[in-house]
């Protein structure tokens, strides 16, 4: 029997730390990375070199690597030095040589892969070197580029790109193949909603009769996301999306101790994502509840295993 496939939409460390669970299932997994960051060390590559984001990818490739630790951390080893070289991450020039060498992204994804044991395929949502978030704010400012947009702490009214960008054609066909679409947690503003805000992706996502499931946030995010509910992610996501909405919505119910909480609110200004039951019972979409969390390196994090376990036990009910 064949693998069931799905397609994973998002960027970033919630990406990356949802495949690390579920690589060790049957699956066959398509991970779908946005590529319109321009901060730190991926926003200087992408100036001098004219190239989509690389940063997130690179995170993705390490996590699905089934090579050893030291080359993992390799990878996503920064320079801390006085010339040039300062802040870069090593994997993020490995992909801006392997792109001016092949001449596209997807290659220098596919040539990785091979390098890093990685089973599962990597894709960029579009090689458009130019793609560009913009943001309408509540005040009416419209400000240009991720790093800005998170930066400007104030509230998004609507996300947009500077020009449509051309999605990938093996995109567009994983989403038609798929049996299960998933939203990565993370960012909403800068992981997920720049896929949604891509016509191309909307109408595949119309045309699927795969399910969509959101994987919620644990925590709310300062300036994009403060005080909402499970509800609230929902109902933003659905706003974004185009005939097909949500079909099903994982959260955490696990208990998140004083200290904890505390930590987040005092040190990063993020709140627990509640749970809001009689909201979430009037809407069409399906809600499942576990205890999903765990504490990695002082964070809260998705149990990676335990989330996974529940991903794959709801695709082959």
């Known amino acids: 029997m064949d693998n069931k496939k799905i397609v994973v939409f998002g960027g970033g460390t919630g990406l990356s730390y949802l495949l690390k669970g579920l690589k060790d299932f049957p699956l066959d997994i398509t991970a779908v990375i946005t590529v319109s960051d321009d901060g730190r ?20 490739l390490s996590s699905l690597s089934s090579t050893s630790q030291n080359i993992k951390d390799m990878l996503e080893y920064r320079f801390n030095t006085t010339s040039d070289l300062d802040g870069h991450a090593l994997g993020n020039l490995i992909l801006i ?9 997807k290659e220098s994804i596919n040539e990785l892969c091979t390098l890093l044991d990685i089973k599962n395929k990597v894709l960029p949502l579009t090689e458009d070197a130019s793609v560009t978030l913009m943001a309408e704010m509540t005040d009416g400012d ?27 054609d093996e995109v567009k066909n994983a989403i038609k193949n798929a049996d299960l679409i998933i939203f990565s947690m993370g960012s909403l503003y800068t992981s997920l909603l720049p896929h949604l805000i891509s016509k191309e992706v909307i109408e595949c996502l119309d045309k699927t009769n795969a399910p969509i499931l ?24 659905n706003n974004y999306l185009g005939k097909h909405k949500l079909d099903v919505v994982i959260a955490s119910n696990s208990k998140i101790n004083e200290d904890m909480a505390l930590k987040y609110a005092t040190e990063e200004q993020k709140d627990p994502v509640k749970i809001d039951y009689a909201v979430l019972s009037t809407l069409d979409t399906e809600f499942i ?3 999903l969390l765990t504490i990695a390196d002082g964070t809260l994090k998705h149990h990676s295993q335990r989330l996974s376990s529940l991903i794959f036990s709801y695709l082959m009910k």
């Open 214 to 237: 959101y994987l919620c946030n644990i925590v709310t995010q300062p300036g994009e996301t403060d005080d909402f509910t499970v509800s609230d992610h929902i109902k933003l996501i």
């Open 289 to 291: 509840e576990a205890d």
């Open 41 to 60: 060390s991926t926003g200087k590559l992408r100036e001098e070199f004219h190239a989509p984001a690389v940063g997130d990818i690179r995170k993705v």
């Open 97 to 105: 040589s392997l792109l001016n060498i092949t001449g596209s992204l």
């Open 142 to 168: 419209v400000i240009e580029g991720e790093a800005s947009i998170t930066k400007s702490n104030k509230k998004v009214k609507r996300l947009f790109y500077k020009e449509q960008p051309k999605v990938l």
